[in-house]
């Protein structure tokens, strides 16, 4: 009976607030959850899932980790890892690791990345992800592949844009007991470094299905090192903050999301960059 209601209980804030589930594409990286989820002008470890372009800026490896949790629900928690290995000549490679959920439901993936600069201003990257959903009660496990393509440039020392296509093909999980069509995603983004300090963001998403969701997002250097981050997004008027430090070769990041209906969403990242 507890795993019932349980079950019953997390499907419901599912339903409530789908884009929580893995499948839904999550940014990853405290550092996006600061600023509201805008994740494409990254250019760290953890472009390896928010936007391969960003890998080409990555000049030594770099092996991260992240995890949130949801509305402080541990059966939503979402964590995952990333490998980032730069070549002289071939640009960066990376894989990524992403698990979502709990014994009774969860939704776990693997992805291969692979970024490069076409030239001093201009990044692509790709990505190819292997999805699996695991149900069990009733009983049930089934995969599928998606594809994502990303694309970075650099206008001015001011400006400069993004954008990412994540599964155009609308790729489907398919198991004995349910069908899921993992969502196809579009995003843009354009970044203003008012400062050396400062730097404004403003990123649109747009579901194939849904309306799209507006962001918009600060990145402030308090003294070297140390950064706070902010955001708003259009979606049920959900904001983001946190703060980052680097210290030695690791870069670390603490953020919470809110939303109005259900609460907080906490998050943590770290990175570590080898010589």
């Not at 210290?247 to 809110?258: R, T």
């Given at each position: 009976m507890y795993k019932f209601i349980l079950a019953l209980l997390t499907s419901s804030i599912l339903i409530a607030a789908p884009s929580i589930a893995g499948t839904d594409k999550l940014p990853a990286g405290a550092e996006s959850n600061a600023m509201a989820g805008i994740s494409i002008t990254n250019n760290n470890i953890w472009s390896a899932w928010n936007n391969q372009a960003g890998l080409s800026s990555i000049n030594k490896v770099q092996l991260g980790w992240y995890t949130e949790l949801p509305y402080g629900i541990s059966e939503l928690q979402n964590s995952g890892m990333a490998l980032a290995i730069p070549t002289d000549k071939y640009g960066t490679f990376a894989v990524n690791v992403n698990y979502f959920g709990y014994s009774l439901y969860n939704e776990s993936a693997f992805g291969l990345a692979?970024?490069?600069?076409?030239?001093?201003?201009?990044?692509?990257?790709?990505?190819?992800?292997?999805?699996?959903?695991?149900?069990?009660?009733?009983?049930?496990?089934?995969?599928?592949?998606?594809?994502?393509?990303?694309?970075?440039?650099?206008?001015?020392?001011?400006?400069?844009?993004?954008?990412?296509?994540?599964?155009?093909?609308?790729?489907?999980?398919?198991?004995?007991?349910?069908?899921?069509?993992?969502?196809?995603?579009?995003?843009?983004?354009?970044?203003?470094?008012?400062?050396?300090?400062?730097?404004?963001?403003?990123?649109?998403?747009?579901?194939?299905?849904?309306?799209?969701?507006?962001?918009?997002?600060?990145?402030?250097?308090?003294?070297?090192?140390?950064?706070?981050?902010?955001?708003?997004?259009?979606?049920?008027?959900?904001?983001?903050?946190?703060?980052?430090?680097?210290?030695?070769?690791?870069?670390?990041?603490?953020?919470?999301?809110?939303?109005?209906?259900?609460?907080f969403t906490p998050s943590v990242s770290m990175f570590y960059t080898f010589n």
């Open positions: 692979y970024g490069k600069k076409l030239s001093e201003n201009v990044s692509v990257g790709v990505g190819l992800n292997y999805h699996q959903i695991s149900i069990s009660e009733p009983k049930g496990n089934a995969g599928t592949v998606t594809a994502e393509i990303g694309l970075q440039t650099t206008f001015s020392p001011k400006l400069s844009s993004a954008f990412h296509l994540y599964n155009p093909t609308r790729s489907v999980i398919d198991t004995e007991t349910t069908e899921e069509e993992l969502p196809g995603i579009a995003k843009f983004a354009l970044t203003y470094k008012a400062s050396e300090k400062v730097h404004l963001v403003s990123e649109i998403e747009k579901d194939f299905d849904n309306d799209a969701i507006l962001k918009f997002g600060f990145d402030y250097t308090i003294i070297e090192d140390l950064h706070i981050r902010g955001g708003i997004h259009s979606n049920d008027f959900e904001y983001g903050f946190g703060v980052g430090y680097k210290f030695s070769k690791f870069n670390v990041d603490v953020a919470s999301k809110y939303q109005q209906d259900l609460g």
